[in-house]
């Protein structure tokens, strides 16, 4: 008998229609043979809800009460669906993070998950019952209440899939999974039937919203396979899954974009060993992640660096910076939040040539200019102005032929 | 070091700004050198519109899963209220039921307390926190979530104050006490300043809303001192405690009614020994709560036998009557559900005679009809039409002088 984990965000939810519609899809993935768990976030705008709620009270909540607060919002769905699923005439039992024993570390608010006890899981799927567990939140070892950040309830459905040694993984969402590109701005988009961590990983760094980077990260780990798909439909989605070797033939497999950076400039840095590691460990102490790097020589032992963050922590960087630029005697601090990345992802580049400056031309054709490059093993980043950006991905989609199903060339 | 149970109900905590003026409140009780532990209901209608939500669901929702969703009003409640108390510079720690280690049975929906273990709100206290219980919900030996049932946070802040051994125990809530008699119907009802265990019990059970009876017991049994006072403002309220010799110069206490209640009759039963047994027998087994019983000779061989249940009884008790009645033989069954019981209720009545008397010439003078004549040690009530009841306690009030401050005669 297989078992299955289904994780249903929050607007798969959203109402009583809607969670009844959930509870017998649920019904009849368990009536094909399976045992069943069920990770749920918050119904709709709950969250959104609450914490409006918390900032009447407050400007600045303590992390432990909002998250003492913000477990509401799933344990209301696990009860709200474990009904649903009573009324059609199944066993089924609601479990909080708690309740489970998913203990974290004490990070309030962004919980990291330490172990997940699976006896009382076991115990109610012996006994014939979908389980239906509270995804987002967690436990202390001293029983506070805690959540995993964003992304929380799939990371809870993946992580339960890997130590339960699930069949499989199903996350159930409002989009039908994986596109070449967003198809908000690229019609012709084309849904990925199977793509790998190390690809999914970089889409969804780049700004891909369908899943965040810590899940993939454990489901990579303990090769769960995420099947990503609608709930709204019985259409496949996409699966997520380690390596296959017929994906080389796929030099990229998707484009993505993130408007959610600004670049920022020193300018004028004397050209001395350990400026960089003084620049970038400011940083680092102020708990800024930077993405992309680079430094050029503007004149005779002088350089200039600049970096992307994301726009949320410009005014602590521009502190941090004002403080580093008079320490090393650079001459101006600038940044621009008028940019946005395109990218491109896929396995396939490691053992082709050219991809690069495909990418590019496909660029220059529509006359954008990149600002600044970066690239790993299997994605090529270009920073460009942010009003290009909706042009620069449909070329980009349009130059590497994504539309077209796999297997036919794409070079 | 005085320690200071103070119970907060939905209606002081609807909204931010009242949040914030109990924040207020509690940390001013702090201040004046006191430990303070605050018992919180949902904010508000939470309740209902979870219990809403729910049916919107089905109509039959399953008690573990209906208690999983209602105790996440007071979760809510505990969370934003911390929040409040952080916000005004002062320490503070939330505790779900389960947190604390509030252990009950497993009667989801109407739970009783087994043992409250006081280990983690001691510790809290010692680093000189403010602990904030919610209120209304336990937890099984299972770890399963329950709730306490109808004025269950009541109990919660009673139970916490009898084992923490609490100098005082104050319920706030949107009345200022405990009065002589409903002061939307008599204008110069009197505020009480001390009513005995005893006392309030009857009024409690005889539709005086302030308090149910599960709270006071728990209080009466570990004496104690309960404080009913308003959220809205500082004025003292009632205090309810044990019974002391000052009283007994209060005839009366005050005077209540009843408008929840139905008159079923059942006629020409045979006069036979046991018949009452297999009336009251049946509907003991049905769960049917029988409150006054009167049985009355119609004519010779045969009787009449007539008592009263709450309304929301009334289909229930007319299916297990139906059956009784062809069983024995009795001719009719009928009933009346435009009744009320009006009672009185006093310590004083003990010691002195002549009580009821008085009590029916002043329904006899505005010409309101007694149906049913029940009597305590400490009460007596009477069932009259519907219609009349704010007549007969408006009577009942003035013939006894109940506006006249305690200490005048009374008599």
Do not use: W
């Not at 914490?51 to 799933?74: H, N």
């Not at 990070?107 to 699976?118: G, Q």
């Not at 992580?159 to 040694?165: H, I, Q, R, W």
Request: proline share 2%.
């Amino acid at each position: 008998m297989a078992l299955i984990v289904q994780k249903y965000g929050g607007t798969s939810i959203a109402g009583p229609e809607r969670i009844k519609k959930v509870a017998r899809r649920i019904i009849e993935t368990k009536k094909r043979g399976n045992r069943v768990v069920i990770v749920v976030s918050a119904p709709g705008d709950t969250t959104d809800k609450l914490m409006e709620t918390a900032q009447q009270i407050t400007p600045s909540p303590t992390d432990r009460e909002m998250d003492m607060l913000l477990a509401t919002g799933e344990q209301m769905s696990i009860a709200l669906l474990a009904m649903a699923i009573h009324a059609l005439g199944e066993e089924a039992v609601s479990l909080t993070g708690g309740q489970v024993g998913i203990v974290t570390d004490e990070t309030f608010t962004n919980a990291k998950i330490r172990k997940i006890d699976t006896k009382k899981i076991e115990k109610e799927l012996s006994k014939d019952r979908i389980v239906i567990v509270a995804g987002f939140q967690g436990i202390t070892a001293k029983r506070d209440i805690t959540t995993l950040g964003r992304g929380g309830s799939d990371l809870t459905a993946v992580a339960l899939a890997s130590v339960l040694k699930a069949d499989q993984c199903e996350v159930y969402t409002d989009v039908a999974g994986v596109y070449t590109a967003d198809p908000r701005i690229v019609s012709d988009a084309r849904k990925i039937d199977r793509i790998s961590y190390d690809e999914m990983l970089e889409l969804a760094s780049l700004g891909a919203q369908v899943m965040v980077p810590r899940s993939i990260e454990v489901a990579k780990k303990s090769s769960v396979d995420i099947h990503v798909r609608s709930s709204f439909n019985d259409e496949e989605g996409t699966v997520i899954t380690k390596e296959v070797s017929k994906m080389e033939g796929v030099v990229v497999s998707g484009v993505a974009y993130d408007k959610d950076l600004v670049k920022v400039a020193i300018t004028d840095v004397p050209d001395r060993p350990g400026i960089a590691a003084k620049i970038f460990g400011a940083l680092g102490a102020g708990k800024v992640n930077v993405d992309m790097i680079i430094q050029s020589s503007a004149a005779e032992g002088v350089n200039d660096i600049s970096f992307t963050v994301n726009k949320g922590a410009l005014k602590k960087v521009l502190d941090i910076m004002e403080k580093v630029k008079q320490e090393i005697g650079a001459k101006r601090l600038v940044y621009d939040d008028g940019v946005a990345k395109v990218s491109i992802v896929g396995v396939g580049m490691r053992t082709h040539s050219g991809v690069a400056s495909k990418m590019f031309s496909a660029l220059a054709e529509e006359n954008v200019n990149i600002e600044m490059i970066s690239t790993s093993e299997i994605k090529i980043s270009c920073v460009i102005k942010e009003k290009d950006t909706e042009k620069a991905v449909r070329a980009i989609h349009r130059k590497f032929g994504l539309a077209k199903a796999p297997g036919k060339s794409r070079r």
